[in-house]
C-alpha cells in the first residue's frame, strides 16, 4: 500500500484545488482596486486615439516639396505650426515642418517625426514667427513612421484590454481608467475561516500581553494565519475561531464554519496523539478526507479534505495544519494560499515562486520534502536559517521565506523560494 496519497505538495494541491470553482460574480463593482476580475475590459477606443508622437521634435511628409525625397542638411526650413499635446494639430502646409512635443498629434500627411537633438533650429523674423530649423547629418537615419505611435498600435476599440481572471493592480487600474471603464464585474471577496485547536491556548479574545500559566500558551497561530491570508486584497477580513479538544464542540465550530466559507484552515489537532480530533471530526460532517499526512517537513501529519456541498457543484477545501508555528505558517503559505486564489477566480493561482540559490547546503538529506527557512543575502541567493524545530517561531522571525526541497535532495539549487 501507498504511504501517502501523494507524493508532493504540488501533487497534493492540485488533488484539492481541481475540484474548486470561483466564488460568486458581484456585477457592477465601482472600487475595482484589488479585485478580481469576473468579466472583460473593452477598449472603448483605439489606444492611441490618434497618430501621436513619440518624441520632442519635427513632423515631415518627405515627399513634399519641402524635403523633395530626401533630407538635405544645410537647408532652412520653416517652421509652419506647432502640435502641443491636448490640442488638435495644427494644418500640415506643402512647405515646410511642424515642432510638435511628445504626445501632440501628428498632422494628417507627415509620415515622421524627427527629434529635436537632430535639428539646429534658429529663431524666425516677423515672417516666420516659429522659426526655422536645418537637419543634422543623424536626422537622414530617420525611417518612414519614426517616432510616431500610430492610432490604434496598442489596442483597437472593441477589443479586449483585460481578460477575466485577472488581480486589479495598478497597471490594470491604469486600463481600466484608460477605457473609461466606472464599474465591472468582479468575483465576491473570498470567505475565510481559521481555527484554532487545542486546551493549552489562552482565549483567543484575551489580550495578547495577558499573563498565562507556564501550561498554557498564546495562540499565535490564529495572529499568523490572519497575517497570512490579509495582505490577499481579495479575500474577506478571515473569520477567527477556536475550539476546545472535545470532539462535539470541534464538530460544531468546524460545521458552522464550513457553513458560512468558502475555506476552512485549521491548526493544531491533526495528528495521531489522544486529543486531536481533527481528522474524525471532518470526516464526521460529511468532508472527503483527500489526504492526510505528506512525505513532507514541517507539516508531515497535514489534511487535506474537501466538503461538497449538497444539492451544489460547490466543493469547499479544508486545511487540518499541525499545530507547531513553523509547520502552521508555512503549511498555510504553501497549501492555502493557492486554493484561495483559485477560489477567488484567479485564472493563474498555481503557485510560481521565484528560484534561489542557498550559499550552503548543510550536510543533512531527508527522504521527505522539506521546507527549510532561509534569509535572502543577495538577489537570488540565500542561507539557511537553522532552527530548533518546529516550534521554533523564534528562528522562524529571522527568515525570509523558504525553500522547498525534494527528498534526498543535496546541492545548492536552484530551489522554488516563498516569501512570507
Ligand atoms: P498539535 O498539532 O495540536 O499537537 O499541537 C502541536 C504544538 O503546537 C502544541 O504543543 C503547541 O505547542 C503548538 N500549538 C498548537 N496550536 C497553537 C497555536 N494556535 N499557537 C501557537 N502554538 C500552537
Ligand atoms: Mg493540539
Request: charged share 20%; aromatic share 6%.
Amino acid at each position: 500500500m501507498k504511504r501517502f496519497a501523494y507524493d508532493s505538495p504540488n501533487d497534493a494541491i492540485a488533488a484539492l484545488a481541481a475540484p474548486l470553482a470561483p466564488v460568486d460574480v458581484q456585477h457592477d463593482c465601482r472600487d475595482l482596486l484589488g479585485r478580481v476580475l469576473a468579466c472583460s475590459i473593452v477598449a472603448d477606443r483605439d489606444h492611441p486615439a490618434a497618430d501621436v508622437s513619440a518624441m520632442d521634435g519635427y513632423a515631415l511628409a518627405m515627399r513634399r516639396p519641402a524635403n523633395s525625397g530626401e533630407i538635405h542638411c544645410n537647408e532652412e526650413i520653416p517652421v509652419t505650426g506647432e502640435s502641443i499635446p491636448g490640442s488638435p494639430p495644427p494644418d500640415f502646409s506643402d512647405f515646410g515642418v511642424i515642432r510638435i512635443f511628445t504626445g501632440g498629434m501628428v498632422p494628417a500627411g507627415c509620415d515622421r517625426v524627427i527629434q529635436r537633438e537632430y535639428t539646429i533650429e534658429s529663431t524666425g523674423g516677423d515672417s516666420m514667427p516659429l522659426g526655422t530649423v536645418r537637419w543634422r547629418a543623424e536626422a537622414k537615419l530617420t525611417q518612414p513612421a519614426a517616432n510616431i505611435r500610430g492610432r490604434g498600435e496598442n489596442i483597437e476599440a472593441g477589443e479586449e484590454a483585460l481578460p477575466p481572471g485577472v488581480v486589479v493592480r495598478a497597471p490594470q487600474v491604469a486600463a481600466i481608467a484608460s477605457f473609461g471603464v466606472e464599474s465591472a464585474s468582479v468575483r465576491r471577496r473570498v470567505r475565510i475561516a481559521i481555527i484554532t485547536t487545542g486546551d493549552e491556548l489562552g482565549r483567543i479574545d484575551s489580550p495578547t500581553n495577558e499573563t498565562l500559566p507556564p501550561w498554557k500558551i498564546r495562540n499565535s497561530n490564529a495572529h499568523a494565519l490572519r497575517a497570512i491570508v490579509t495582505p490577499r486584497p481579495y479575500v474577506n477580513p478571515p473569520t477567527m475561531l477556536h475550539a476546545p479538544d472535545e470532539p462535539e464542540q470541534l464538530k460544531q465550530v468546524v460545521s458552522d464554519a464550513v457553513a458560512d466559507h468558502d475555506i476552512v484552515l485549521l491548526t493544531g489537532g491533526v495528528s495521531m496523539g489522544d486529543h486531536d480530533y481533527v481528522p474524525k471530526v471532518v470526516s464526521e460532517i460529511g468532508a472527503q478526507t483527500v489526504f492526510h499526512k505528506l512525505p513532507l517537513r514541517p507539516g508531515k501529519p497535514i489534511l487535506g479534505a474537501l466538503y461538497h456541498v449538497p444539492d451544489s457543484a460547490t466543493a469547499k477545501p479544508i486545511i487540518g495544519l499541525p499545530g507547531n508555528p513553523v509547520s502552521a505558517t508555512m503549511g498555510a503559505v504553501r497549501f492555502a494560499l493557492p486554493l484561495i486564489d483559485k477560489l477567488a477566480g484567479i485564472t493563474h493561482w498555481e503557485p510560481n515562486p521565484p528560484s534561489i540559490m542557498l550559499d550552503e547546503i548543510g550536510t543533512k538529506t531527508l527522504h521527505l520534502h522539506w521546507m527549510r527557512a532561509v534569509r535572502m543575502t543577495g538577489p537570488g541567493t540565500a542561507e539557511l536559517v537553522v532552527g530548533k524545530g518546529s516550534g521554533d517561531l523564534v528562528s522562524l522571525g529571522a527568515s525570509d521565506g523558504f525553500i522547498e526541497m525534494p527528498p534526498t535532495a543535496h546541492h545548492p539549487g536552484p530551489w522554488p523560494f516563498f516569501a512570507w
